[in-house]
């Protein structure tokens, strides 16, 4: 029997004992006592070892009655499930049959069946249907389900077509067979946006978006995203939708953005509900990304499943993937990457370099919810993007259809996978593959030399040890390299380089002049790169490279090493810099979000790993107020041009959410902001004062704010607000992220005594306590007043809520980069975490890992 703490090993798969052909499922729900009846048809596996128990598991449940082909069994479960002898069990195939009975009203963790507003609904992935009733609740094993719901309530709703109603009852029937975790229940009074889809197979789909009555004048937004999301995977990947139904519902209580459940997802509200008076434009696009995700998952992660949660970003990873080039296409595709590239570097990069590293494809685990992690996901995704790269676009094509053609309706693995590219490639990709197991970011140095019109370009790569691999092999790593000549044009059309081994020398010969090089263009493999260049050269790239990521990444690197050097020896910004940072403010053929990203300087826990990357002790605080001298300085020295800016982008006529207008916005709100440290918060006021939409008016308080204003606007943001949940979330959290260093653990614990603060909330929650664990110089304030109100919180939320209390402890994974006292200070903290008699499974693991 598992002892719930123990670790579970990839190396220990073994196929399921027992298939399950059909599920049928009945709930008689009630808060405090829903009955749910089960009757699953079992047949042994023949690809296992035959003659094996029945091992169902089980948590929480209280069983009323158990048979086995109509003859009651005595079935004793324990706390994680039950078994039945082998001696116990008919020869072949049998039916097993269960009543339990569930609480989902005092479901505090929000995993299994639970409760949110007098709503009834479900979250299974990872392993919560076994909180629901007996199930071999692993992913390999998958069924055909049938559901009837018995509820009063006027709208009950599960997975796949409806089959049946009546007063009070309701039944659906899903005939995809499907893993557990994506089974899924809803029953509350909800309203439906309604639509359809007819997809490129001839099927007519009905669409719905459920919301809690109110809400409907927020969900066109969510609806456009969802049908444009079914086009372009017909258009782009000849994935069709297979149900005649397809229902999203919005939940206020969810642990994380949304779920992929077959034919009914569920979402946290804020990534459905979407006006232009309550969202802002990252909203709008979050909810396109996200609605795009959890549909793509239909046929990435649904049809072809994980064979076990080792293999998570087989599904996660490559919807990412998709779901990044989707809205590359429906925006743009410079900006989208560069987006994408800093928040891998903000979040994977960060995970990789501490002690929760660990590889795409884990090798064990003790709570698999704390492996829903940057790596998995955007690491993951950025593999597929090498492979694609690295095999070519029309190989990349082939390898899917494979993978579709071949593994429909299948639990896959990361080798089944690769095994289509290496097919569709016609390459043995073996060294590929230790991208999956291997842990950490790898650092690639590149040397340039330079004689009688040949570039010999010396590259190395080295990757640092991880927790449990002290040793790394050499990887196959794409560089896509450019060459600018110095007059500024291109010299050769983009390279790939395959770096294979530790060290590597390539050579360019007949150039009549020295060009300045142009790597890692489009950020080709993530990695981090070492290349010593003048400021010189990189000002010639961000004025002149064809890469638009190259360009981004020539000025934020500028920007990264002046802010550096502030640190560590004071200097101020020089005018290379300030000129460079003009050219890009003020050129106007650029895309005005590209230049928004431009301007934006690199943030603190950027800088902080660099730093410490670089072998400093970084100092929050020093980080801080040099970071703050460069934007003074920056916007005295640019501040006409900032004014003409904000101006300049003014958008006209009636608010679009559309891809045009929000770059415009956003380069307005960051001139704005920047400006702000000139003169006085004069634009930004007045944007405030004259905002229509939630964009303008959250970014011109942030922006106040940033600059220690915006009490007033506050006080009238928050009158106007305060009935609205979602936009709350965004009034607690701009006074956290926006607090001087010095006031911050302060004022996250004067929100937490606010009336609004439902701490049970996972969104309100992390709202101030992730929040403050997301400034740096807040959090790691030197007296340990951020640490202990985080540690305070998180001891709280464990005790109802583990899996979003484990989540929220990352907050405290960059531990061991700050000084003595700091490490100290957390060190006891997350000990105090650890050491309690009662500290769930997640955080035990998450604060165990931390601290070894
Ligand atoms: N698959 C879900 C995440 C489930 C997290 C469980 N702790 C959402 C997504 O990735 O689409
Ligand atoms: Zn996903």
């Known amino acids: ?153 006027p709208v009950l709703l599960s997975n796949g077509n409806p089959v049946a109603s009546g007063p009070g009852w309701a039944e659906w029937d899903d005939p995809h067979p499907k893993p557990s975790y994506l089974f899924a229940l809803v029953a509350g009074d909800l309203r439906a946006t309604t639509d359809r889809f007819t997809t490129m197979e001839g099927r007519e789909v009905e669409l719905n978006i459920w919301v809690r009555p109110g809400d409907e004048g927020r969900t ?169 790269l690295l095999v070519g676009e029309d190989r990349y094509k082939a390898a899917l259809d494979l993978y579709f053609a071949r593994h429909d309706g299948q639990a896959c693995t990361i080798e089944d996978w690769v095994a289509v590219f290496e097919e569709a490639a016609g390459r043995d990709l073996s060294q590929f593959k230790r991208w999956y197991e291997q842990a950490g970011t790898p650092k690639v140095t590149l040397l340039e030399d330079w004689q009688d019109g040949t570039l010999t370009l010396t590259l190395r790569q080295h990757t640092a040890p991880t927790p449990g691999q002290p040793l790394k092999e050499p990887l196959l790593i794409p560089v896509a390299l450019g060459l600018i000549g110095p007059d500024g044009a291109e010299v050769m059309p983009t390279r790939v380089l395959e770096l294979d081994s530790p060290e590597q020398v390539f050579t360019f010969d007949n150039l009549p002049a020295r060009p300045v090089v142009s790597a890692l263009r489009g950020f080709s493999a993530p990695v981090t790169l070492e290349h010593a260049q003048s400021s010189a050269e990189r000002a010639t790239l961000l004025g002149h490279d064809t890469d638009p990521f190259a360009r981004f990444e020539a000025g934020h690197n500028l920007a990264r090493d002046i802010l550096q050097a502030m640190v560590l020896e004071g200097a101020r910004p020089g005018p290379d810099y300030i000129d460079a940072m003009r050219l890009a403010l003020t050129d106007d053929s650029l895309d005005p979000a590209f230049r928004a990203l431009v301007l934006r300087l690199p943030g603190e826990d950027e800088l902080a790993q660099t730093l410490h990357a670089a072998g400093h002790v970084p100092d929050p605080d020093a980080i801080h107020a040099a970071r703050g001298r460069a934007l003074d300085t920056l916007a005295e020295a640019l501040a006409p041009e900032l004014a003409r800016v904000v101006d300049a982008m003014e958008t006209p006529g009636p608010y679009s959410p559309d891809a045009r207008d929000a770059g415009r916005r956003a380069l307005r ?53 305060q009935n609205d949940r979602l936009v709350m979330d965004k009034w607690f959290a701009a006074q956290v992220m926006f607090a001087k260093p010095e006031r911050a653990p302060n004022i996250a614990a004067e929100l937490t005594g606010h009336k ?27 007296d340990g007043a951020g640490y202990r109100l985080v540690a305070d919180w998180l001891i709280r939320l464990d005790g109802a809520n583990p899996q979003a209390a484990a989540r929220v402890s990352t907050v405290f994974e960059t531990w061991r980069r700050y000084d003595a006292d700091r490490q100290a200070l957390i060190r006891a903290e997350l000990e105090r975490i650890r050491d309690r008699p009662d500290c769930s499974r997640d955080m035990g693991e998450m604060a165990g890992r931390m601290l070894e």
């Open 756 to 782: 609004a603060f439902d701490w049970k909330n996972p969104n309100r929650f992390r709202s101030v306590i992730a929040v403050l664990g997301a400034h740096p110089a807040g959090f790691h304030r030197k």
């Open 1 to 153: 029997m598992r002892d719930t703490a123990q670790p579970i090993y990839l190396a220990d798969y073994q196929p399921p004992a027992f298939l399950v052909e059909q599920v049928d499922l009945t709930f008689k729900l009630a808060p405090t006592t829903t009955r749910v009846i089960s009757r699953l048809r079992f047949s042994p596996n023949p690809d296992a070892v035959p003659g094996q128990d029945l091992r169902l598991d089980g948590e929480g449940l209280r069983l009323i009655a158990a048979s086995i082909d109509g003859v009651t069994v005595a079935a004793d479960p324990n706390a994680t499930g039950l078994t039945v002898p082998a001696g116990a069990l008919p020869d072949g195939a049998f039916t097993w049959e269960a009543e339990v009975e569930i609480a989902p009203e005092g479901n505090t963790a929000l995993e299994g069946l639970y409760m949110s507003n007098g709503m009834y609904c479900t979250q299974c992935e990872a392993e919560g249907f076994r909180k629901i009733t007996f199930y071999p609740d692993r992913p390999d094993v998958m069924a055909p389900f049938r559901v009837r719901i018995e509820s009063d309530l």
């Open 669 to 721: 709100l960051a001139a704005a902001s920047l400006l702000a440290h000139a003169d006085g918060g004069a634009k930004a006021r007045a944007i405030f004062a004259r905002a229509d939409n939630m964009t303008e008016q959250f970014g011109a308080w942030t922006a106040l704010l940033g600059v220690g204003a915006g009490a007033e606007e506050g006080a009238q943001f928050y009158r106007q607000w």
């Open 220 to 388: 066109a937004y969510a609806m456009d995203a969802l049908k444009r999301s079914m086009l372009w995977d017909e258009q782009v990947y000849g994935r069709a939708y297979d149900l005649d139904i397809f229902n999203v519902v919005a939940v206020d209580d969810f642990n994380m953005g949304a779920m992929e459940n077959k034919g009914l997802n569920i979402f946290n509200s804020r990534y459905v509900l979407a006006s232009s008076a309550t969202a802002t434009d990252g909203d709008f696009a979050a909810i396109e990304r996200i609605i795009a995700h959890e549909y793509f998952h239909n046929w990435t992660g649904n049809r072809i499943t994980c064979r076990d949660w080792f293999q998570l970003s087989l599904k996660e990873g490559l919807t990412v993937f998709r779901d990044q080039q989707f809205m590359g296409d429906m925006r743009s595709h410079a900006v989208k990457r560069i987006e994408d590239v800093l928040t891998l570097r903000a979040r994977q990069f960060r995970e990789d370099a501490g002690p929760l590293a660990h590889p795409v494809r884990p090798e064990s685990y003790v709570e698999i919810n704390n492996f829903y992690t940057a790596t998995v996901y955007e690491k993951g995704a950025e593999l597929i993007r090498m492979l694609r």
